[in-house]
Each structure stands twice: as C-alpha cells, then as structure tokens.
C-alpha cells in the first residue's frame, strides 16, 4: 500500500464550477499535510497546507482535513482555466513527506 | 533570484558518462532533497540530507551520488548514465518539517 494514494483523474470541471480533489493516507502518525500545483513541465509549487482537522480556507481554495478517515481534500471554488494542472498532495510523517502521485485537473472554458 | 537554483535546466547526455546536477538555496534551510519525476510514477525520492555531515540514502539511490558541500548546495552525480536514468529531477529543501518544500525549477535529463 503506497504512503499516499490519489485518484490519477483526469478530473475534468466546467469554468466556474468547484473542483474537488481527494487523497488519503496510510501513516496515522502524519502530522502535516500539504497541497502542491504543477503544470506540465514546472516545479511543484506549494498551494495549502493544514495541520489540525477541520477546514482551512485561502482565497478560492479550501483544504479539508479527517485525521480518524484519513484523508485530504482539496476545494477550488469558481475554477478557472488557470487552474489546469496536476494537484500533488503531500504529507509529512517522521523526517520525510510522501507524495501522491497526482490528480489532472482541467477547467473547460 | 530564485529561492532554490538548479543547474543545468537541460541536458542530454550519452550512455556511461558521468553527470553532475547542481543545486543551491538562499532560504537558509538545512534540509534539502533530490527527486526524479517520471510520468506515471511521481516524485521519487533519491537523497536528501538534513545538515551537511548527514547523508542519507531515499527510495531510489542506487546509480546516483550526492554532495552536501555548504548549507546552501547540494549536488547529484550520476557516476554512469544509462537511459532509464532520463527523468525530470528537481531539487528541494525545507526548514521545520511543518513548512512544507521549495522546489527549484527542475532539471530534464536525457541519456541516450
């Protein structure tokens, strides 16, 4: 069983619509947990992180938390074409992060 | 100027040679990684190194070498290349592990 698991997609939501993105996770002990967009080519670049349950709002993007279900999720409300990309969740346990191996997501105009 | 640098950003290489991928940071971190992205797969973990007397082997090790010369750099040799060996390696470092990583801009290595 892999440390993180995502669905590969591709996912894809009309403009404006809200994408949602999950991921779950094998280690009980991870404490910090992370969302990175990459586009075709580009480095990962880190969007949200949370730390305790519950959700975490920044801007158009919501990261929910369930440590007892063990999983992650990411909301894009009013998804734009901008937001195309591959989302990587990531999770902290011990000394090093897990990464999932991604979601494609495409907002169609 | 980006927070981590890599060098170079491309580079194509012949079977058996060796190669050397250059990594520096300005954000004062101690830690820094090196990965490969291949299609499919995701990020793979190679080294990482969390102070510059700590090495410290990751999920796929073998064919590569790194050095941890300053705080600021860290570099990844592959002693002969072979073409399973063409990927996207990006580099990487953190502080407190809460903080997440900043990746550099990636380096795409072909061997042929």
């Known amino acids: 069983q892999k440390e993180v698991e995502q669905n590969s997609g591709p996912l894809s939501v009309p403009e404006g619509a809200i994408a949602s993105l999950n991921c779950t996770y094998s280690?009980?002990?991870?404490?910090?947990f992370f969302w990175y967009r990459q586009y075709s080519g580009k480095s990962p670049e880190l969007i949200m992180s949370?730390?305790?349950?519950g959700d975490k709002e920044d801007g158009r993007f919501t990261a929910q938390l369930n440590k007892a279900s063990q999983y992650v999720s990411l909301l894009i409300r009013d998804s734009q074409p901008s937001d195309s990309a591959t989302y990587l969740c990531?999770?902290?346990?011990?000394?090093?992060?897990?990464f999932g191996t991604g979601t494609s997501l495409t907002v169609i105009p | 100027d980006a927070d981590v640098t890599q060098t170079p950003r491309n580079r194509i290489t012949k079977t058996g040679k060796r190669i050397m991928l250059e990594c520096s940071q300005t954000?004062?971190?101690?830690?820094m990684y090196w990965y490969r992205q291949d299609p499919g797969l995701g990020l793979r973990l190679i080294y990482y190194?969390?102070?510059?007397?700590?090495?410290n082997k990751g999920e796929i090790s073998d064919g590569y070498s790194v050095s941890r010369q300053a705080q600021a750099k860290f570099s990844l040799s592959l002693e002969s290349a072979i073409p399973n060996q063409t990927a996207l390696y990006f580099c990487?470092?953190?502080?407190?592990?809460?903080?997440?990583?900043?990746f550099g801009s990636g380096t795409r290595l072909t061997v042929v």
């Open positions: 990487a470092t953190s502080g407190v592990r809460d903080y997440g990583y900043t």
């Open positions: 280690d009980r002990g991870s404490q910090s």
């Open positions: 949370i730390y305790s349950n």
């Open positions: 990531a999770v902290n346990a011990g000394n090093q992060f897990y």
């Open positions: 954000k004062g971190h101690d830690r």
């Open positions: 190194s969390f102070d510059v007397k700590d090495i």
